[in-house]
């Protein structure tokens, strides 16, 4: 945490600054904002990761993409003209496929649906590519829950406290369990710079890492379908903007006319939430759904 805080306060002034989202609820506030605070505490996460967990292959292989899902955030963050979507998209994608690829090579790949106390043996391709969805799902709705002063950062951390707790729970606790926690660290420092009304804001090199690690945690769980309780507010927030573009443009079928998405904006705009009230709110909405799945 002190690190992290640290860092931040040193290198605050060379970050990228924001430009104002034009079509975002209060988004002109954001310009002049330093922007991709991301690669701060990502990497402070990395050092430390080195540093005091124990090391292996298949964790370094993660911490790779972790930092390459980190810097493509950044470099989007600091460019001129925003990289387009398709672009980000491969690099998504390719990001994916190593993580999918590297689990099944370390693991035996079974999928264990809690809910039910079933453990499903999938084939190594079918695996692959429900990783690879996983995956995309994580880190794109994630990044678009990132519109609000502390929301993404504030879910996150209620995020990682489920998944550290459900392994407390389930016996399933290792070494790099404790990942989790030093990474819930990091991003408390950023936090006390992020909330309303933020100094600096993570942008797509935070929250894309952020994506990829909740969805690793999930793998690493054993049960994948976690995710969908743990990550339930990041998925209705972003995801539906998700469904409702793709549906509008490659099909040319409207859906949710009178909502703004992500939701966040029509809760602000609509509903004349105040940022405080958003994050509060999405934050407990969240510890709930966590609490009712923790023992599943």
Request: hydrophobic letters at 55%.
């Amino acid at each position: 945490f002190l690190l992290t805080l640290l860092l931040l306060a040193v290198f605050m002034k060379m970050l990228p600054r924001d430009g104002g989202r034009a079509f975002a609820v209060n988004g002109a506030l954001s310009a002049g904002k330093p922007r991709g605070a991301g690669i701060i505490f990502v990497l402070s996460f990395v050092f430390l990761a080195f540093l005091f967990l124990p090391l292996s292959a298949e964790a370094s292989i993660y911490y790779a993409m972790l930092v390459l899902a980190m810097f493509t955030g950044y470099f989007d963050d600091k460019a001129a003209k925003p990289w387009s979507e398709y672009k980000k998209a491969v690099l998504d994608f390719m990001i994916a496929l190593i993580c999918g690829i590297t689990y099944v090579y370390f693991h035996n790949s079974p999928l264990q649906i809690g809910i039910f106390h079933m453990t499903i043996e999938l084939p190594v391709i079918i695996y692959v590519i429900l990783a690879i969805i996983l995956i995309w799902t994580s880190i794109n709705v994630t990044n678009c829950t990132d519109g609000v002063d502390g929301l993404s950062g504030s879910l996150s951390i209620v995020t990682f406290g489920s998944f550290f707790i459900y392994s407390c729970v389930h016996g399933a606790l290792t070494d790099n369990s404790y990942g989790i926690l030093i990474f819930a660290a990091c991003i408390l420092a950023y936090l006390t710079l992020n909330a309303s009304p933020s100094r600096l804001l993570m942008g797509d090199a935070g929250s894309r890492a952020l994506g990829l690690f909740i969805a690793l945690m999930a793998m690493q769980s054993g049960h994948p379908l976690i995710f969908l309780a743990f990550s339930f507010v990041f998925i209705i927030d972003g995801g539906l903007g998700l469904i409702k573009v793709f549906l509008l443009r490659f099909l040319k079928i409207g859906i949710l006319k009178k909502t703004r998405t992500p939701i966040h904006d029509h809760m602000r705009k609509n509903k004349s939430w105040s940022d405080t009230q958003t994050v509060f709110r999405f934050v407990i909405i969240q510890i709930i759904v966590s609490f009712c799945f923790i023992q599943w």
